[in-house]
Nanobody
Framework: QVQLVESGGGLVQAGGSLRLSCAASGRTSSRYAMGWFRQAPGKEREFVAAISWRGGSTYYGDSVKGRFAISRDNAKNTVYLQMNSLKPEDTAVYYC?????????????????WGQGTQVTVSS
């Protein structure tokens, strides 16, 4: 199995940027897709972005398209989420996820492993 640890969250003003990181450890020799989801208080977990094993395929939720970018460095077992033009509605706990598959799922139930989450707060 794989363990995931997110970092990079914090408080930022609207229009600002943050970069989240998710470091994987454990059985990282196998191919795994990774994703980012977020959950705001009182709301369901929302798909943000996903990336395939080799990084050739990426997918984004409609609310973040054109503002967020997902990438990965397999040599470092790390996936990144670059968040630009942040809005107050982006405020949420952001979770990293992984699944042992080459392709990149976009539904939360398709992922087997989750990090503890990192808080992102965007002030207006």
């Amino acid at each position: 199995q794989v363990q995931l640890v997110e970092s990079g969250g914090g408080l930022v003003q609207a229009g600002g940027s943050l970069r989240l990181s998710c470091a994987a450890s454990g059985r990282t020799s196998s191919r795994y897709a990774m994703g980012w989801f977020r959950q705001a208080p009182g709301k369901e977990r929302e798909f943000v972005a996903a990336i395939s094993w080799r990084g050739g395929s990426t997918y984004y939720g409609d609310s973040v398209k054109g503002r967020f970018a997902i990438s990965r460095d397999n040599a470092k077992n790390t996936v990144y989420l670059q968040m630009n033009s942040l809005k107050p509605e982006d405020t949420a706990v952001y979770y990293c996820s992984a699944r042992y598959t080459i392709l990149a799922p976009t539904a939360a139930h398709e992922y087997d492993y989750w990090g503890q989450g990192t808080q992102v707060t965007v002030s207006s």
